[in-house]
C-alpha cells in the first residue's frame, strides 16, 4: 500500500462529513439513478449514509458513486467510478453510478477535453474510495474495540480475523460520524481487483434500449421549444426580422432577436462564437418551431469580408514558404548552417482543410431562468466556463445558477463552446419560461467551432552519407499553428528550427479531437517516412536510430516525450504486425506519435480497390499506463482509428464568400460501415504507470500510417487532406 495525505479535495469531504451527522442524507435520486440492477432495486436501501462528496452507502450495503466528470462517450462515468470503488473495496456488483452535478467546490475539475479525465482525476477518485474505507474500519474499530490494523476488508464486509464480521451497510451510519482521516493508505496496483478488468458500460442497457440518456431526451413540464436562424455567412450579422407569417402560425409563442454574448459580457475561453446575433422563434413543440422558422424572413448586413476556401490554402501556403518566418517556437544547434552545408535537402508540404464536428445529437440545452435563478440541463463538456459566462450574461449570483450534465451523443471538443446553452439560457430569460433549445443538423454544421485548415512545411538537411544533420518544421494555420515545440523529432536532432505561422479569419475555430495532433502528426510521419525512403532505411529502423540518439543523448532539456516508451510502443507494434513479413496484394504502413501523454504506434495494411485504399487491418500499440477498464479502453481506440481515418479520407469544410458549402450528410462525407478497417488489433503496454489520456491519442497517427501504406501501393505520395480528393 501507498500512504498519502488527504490534501486533494479534503475540503468537501470535511464539508460532507459534517453535514452528515450519521442521519439520512436527501439529495440523492435513487430512482433516478442510471444503473440500477432489477435486483437492486428490489433491495432499495431505506437509508443511505453520505461518506463524502464521492458515495454514500445504503443500509444493504449497496453503495452509490458519483461520477463527477462529464460523461461524451469516452466512458468515464464507468471507469473513474470503478477507480473509487477499487480503493473501497466493494463489490463492482453492489455499485450504483449517478451522473454528479456541476459543482467545483466538491469535485474541483469536471471537464471532459484533453483525454485528461482519469489522469486528473486518479488520485482524488483513489483517496475518495481509500478515505471512505478507512472510516469504515474505524468505525467497526470502535465498535469491536479491534485496532484497526487487524481489520481487514473484501468486498464490502469488513472483519476481524477472529470470526467477526459486518457489512459497509450495517456500519455506514457510524463510519458517517467518523473524522476525516488525515492519511490513508492506497492499494497497490498489483492488488487492483477492479481495475483492469473489462467492465461494461454503465449505461449500456439505456443505451441499447433507446432509454432517456441525452440532452434531446430531456423534458420538463411546461417546457417550450425554441429554434435559431443564424447568418448564412461568416462576417454578416442580423438586420431585421420579417415575421408577418410565422408569427400567426400554430403554437408559436414568440419571435424575437437575441445576442447571446452582449457588450460588457466576460468572455471566457469558450465563448468563441462568431454568431452571437440571432433570430428566434418559441413555441410549442419542435415541428411547430420548425416550420415558423422557414417562413421566417430575416434580412443580414455585411460587417466584415467574406472569406473563401480557396484563398485560405494559397495564404496558408505563401505562410509556410515565406523566407521571414514567424515566430520561433524552438531553435537547437545552427540550423541555417546545416542547410546551408547540406549534400541534399527534402522539403515538402502538408495541408488539410477545416473540419465540423458533427456530433450525432446537435447542439440543445435546457434552460430555466427566473428573476432570483437559473437552472441549466445539457451536453456539455465545460460545465465551470459556461457557469462563469452565465454569471456575467445573466447578472445573476454563481449559487443561483445550477448545471446539470446530461451524456452526451459525441462532443470531439464542439461541447466546449457552450455558446448553445448560453443561447438557451438567454431565450429563456427573455421569454420567462422553461425552454429547450435544439439545433437542426444544418445549424449545427453551419454554426460550427471548425478544427482550423493547415498548412506546414518539412525540410530535412543530409549529408554526404546520408544522415540527417538538419530539421526544420514551418507551421501555418487559421488562428494557430499546428506545431509543438517541444515534440519529436525534436530532441533527436543537432539542429533543429520549429517555427510558426498564423493566419486570422472571421470563421469561428477551436479544439477538435487531439487539437492540432490531429494534423501534425500526419504531415510529421508523412515526412519521416520520405526522408527514410530518401536515405534508404527501413521506416521502422529511421525512427528507431532517432529515438536512440534521444535516449543516449537528447539534444535540449525541454522535449516533452519519453523515447524509451515512445521506442517500446514502435518496437511492439513492429513485433506484433510480423513488420518486413511481406503478404501479397498487401501493401503497408506504420507511424507512430505522442500527444496527450500518451504513445501510440500504428501499422495499417491495406489492398487497393477501384483506386481507393480497403483497409485489411490495423495493429495498435499503447502505452497509456496502467488501463481502468480494458473494455472501455479499447473501445476508445478503436474509435480513434475508424475517426482517423474517416477524415483523413472523405472529410472537410469548404466556404464561398464566408459561406459553409456544406450543411448535411449529402455533402460532408463521414466514413461509412464499409469502409472501416476489416480488423484492429490493440496491444496495451503493461507498466504500473499512472493512467494517461486515451480518449485520443489514438486519432493522430493513423492518417499518416495510411498515407504511407498508400504510397507503397501506389507510389504516389497524398500530402493533402481528404486523401479521396488527391488520389486521382
Not at 484533453?114 to 474499530?141: D, F, K, P, V
Not at 416550420?291 to 430575416?298: E, M, S, T
Not at 500518451?598 to 487497393?608: E, G, L, T
Amino acid at each position: 500500500m501507498t500512504l498519502i495525505k488527504t490534501k486533494y479535495n479534503r475540503r468537501s469531504f470535511l464539508k460532507v462529513s459534517s453535514a452528515a451527522s450519521g442521519g439520512l442524507i436527501l439529495g440523492f435520486s435513487w430512482l433516478a439513478s442510471c444503473t440500477p440492477t432489477s435486483n437492486q432495486l428490489k433491495s432499495m436501501p431505506e437509508e443511505w449514509f453520505d461518506i463524502n462528496a464521492f458515495l454514500k452507502i445504503g443500509d444493504n450495503g449497496i453503495v452509490t458513486i458519483m461520477s463527477p466528470n462529464p460523461e461524451i462517450g469516452q466512458n468515464v462515468k464507468t471507469s473513474m467510478p470503478m477507480i473509487v470503488a477499487e480503493e473501497l473495496d466493494v463489490d463492482w456488483k453492489d455499485v450504483v453510478v449517478e451522473q454528479a452535478g456541476y459543482d467545483s467546490q466538491k469535485y474541483v475539475r469536471q471537464i471532459a477535453g484533453g483525454s485528461q479525465s482519469i489522469r486528473h482525476g486518479w488520485q482524488g477518485l483513489r483517496m475518495a474510495g481509500a478515505t471512505a474505507r478507512r472510516m469504515l474500519l474505524e468505525a467497526a474499530s470502535k465498535k469491536w474495540n479491534v485496532p484497526v490494523s487487524e481489520l481487514k476488508t473484501e468486498n464490502g464486509i469488513i472483519s476481524d480475523g477472529a470470526g467477526q464480521t459486518i457489512s459497509y451497510g450495517e456500519i455506514a451510519s457510524a463510519a458517517a460520524n467518523i473524522t476525516v482521516p488525515e492519511e490513508v493508505d492506497l492499494k497497490d496496483p498489483k492488488d487492483f481487483k477492479i481495475i483492469g478488468q473489462p467492465t461494461k458500460n454503465v449505461d449500456g442497457p439505456k443505451l441499447i434500449k433507446g432509454e432517456p440518456l441525452f440532452g434531446l431526451d430531456y423534458k420538463k413540464e411546461g417546457m417550450l421549444i425554441a429554434m435559431m436562424v443564424h447568418p448564412p455567412a461568416f462576417g454578416m450579422k442580423l438586420q431585421s426580422i420579417d415575421d408577418t407569417e410565422a408569427r400567426s402560425m400554430p403554437g408559436i409563442k414568440d419571435i424575437f432577436a437575441i445576442n447571446s454574448l452582449p457588450e460588457g459580457t466576460e468572455k471566457q475561453w469558450s465563448d468563441v462564437n462568431a454568431f452571437p446575433d440571432l433570430a428566434v422563434v418559441v413555441g410549442n413543440s419542435t415541428w411547430e418551431v420548425l416550420a415558423a422558422k422557414k417562413k421566417l424572413k430575416v434580412a443580414w448586413e455585411k460587417v466584415s469580408d467574406g472569406e473563401n476556401t480557396t484563398d485560405h490554402f494559397k495564404q496558408l501556403s505563401d505562410l509556410v514558404d515565406q523566407v521571414e518566418a514567424g515566430e520561433d517556437k524552438r531553435i537547437d544547434g545552427n540550423p541555417a548552417q546545416a542547410f546551408k552545408s547540406a549534400s541534399k535537402v527534402l522539403s515538402q508540404k502538408y495541408g488539410a482543410p477545416f473540419l465540423a464536428h458533427n456530433t450525432m445529437e446537435p447542439m440543445n440545452f435546457f434552460a430555466h431562468v427566473t428573476a432570483d435563478k437559473a437552472e441549466l440541463v445539457g451536453p456539455i463538456q465545460t460545465p465551470q466556463f459556461l457557469h462563469k459566462t452565465l454569471v456575467s450574461v445573466l447578472g445573476l449570483p454563481e449559487d443561483k445558477i445550477s448545471i446539470m450534465m446530461t451524456r452526451m451523443g459525441g462532443g470531439f471538443g464542439r461541447r466546449l463552446y457552450g455558446n448553445f446553452a448560453v443561447e438557451a439560457a438567454v431565450i429563456s430569460q427573455k421569454v420567462n419560461a422553461p425552454v429547450k433549445l435544439v439545433y437542426t443538423r444544418e445549424d449545427d454544421m453551419t454554426q460550427g467551432t471548425y478544427r482550423p485548415a493547415y498548412q506546414v512545411k518539412y525540410e530535412a538537411a543530409l549529408d554526404k552519407e546520408n544522415k540527417l544533420t538538419g530539421f526544420k518544421v514551418r507551421g501555418a494555420g487559421i488562428d494557430g499553428s499546428p506545431v509543438f515545440d517541444n515534440r519529436f523529432p525534436a530532441g533527436a536532432v543537432d539542429n533543429y528550427l520549429a517555427e510558426d505561422q498564423i493566419l486570422k479569419s472571421n470563421i469561428s475555430v477551436g479544439a477538435w479531437r487531439a487539437p492540432m495532433s490531429n494534423f501534425i502528426a500526419f504531415a510529421e510521419q508523412s515526412f519521416l517516412d520520405e526522408v527514410a525512403e530518401e536515405v534508404g532505411k527501413d521506416p521502422i529502423d529511421f525512427r528507431l536510430e532517432l529515438f536512440d540518439r534521444a535516449i543516449a543523448n537528447p539534444v535540449g532539456e525541454n522535449n516533452d516525450y519519453d523515447p524509451k516508451r515512445y521506442a517500446g510502443v514502435l518496437k511492439l507494434v513492429r513485433e506484433k504486425s510480423n513488420w518486413g513479413q511481406a503478404t501479397p496484394g498487401i501493401s503497408r504502413g506504420v507511424s507512430a506519435y505522442y500527444c496527450h501523454n500518451s504513445y501510440v504506434a500504428q501499422v495499417v495494411d491495406i489492398k487497393m480497390e477501384n483506386n481507393l485504399p480497403k483497409i485489411q487491418k490495423v495493429w495498435c500499440a499503447i502505452d497509456c499506463g496502467i488501463v481502468v477498464n480494458p473494455e472501455g479502453a479499447r473501445n476508445q481506440v478503436e474509435g480513434g482509428i475508424i475517426d482517423g481515418i474517416g477524415h483523413a479520407m472523405y472529410s472537410q469544410m469548404t466556404f464561398t464568400d464566408g459561406k459553409p458549402d456544406q450543411s448535411n450528410f449529402n455533402k460532408y462525407k463521414l466514413m461509412r460501415h464499409q469502409e472501416a478497417p476489416q480488423e484492429i488489433e490493440i496491444f496495451f503496454v503493461q507498466n504500473g504507470i499512472d493512467p494517461t489520456g486515451l480518449g485520443e491519442p489514438s486519432l493522430p497517427p493513423v492518417a499518416a500510417a495510411l498515407a504511407n501504406a498508400i504510397y507503397a501501393a501506389t507510389g504516389k505520395r497524398v500530402r493533402q487532406q481528404p486523401f479521396v480528393e488527391n488520389l486521382g
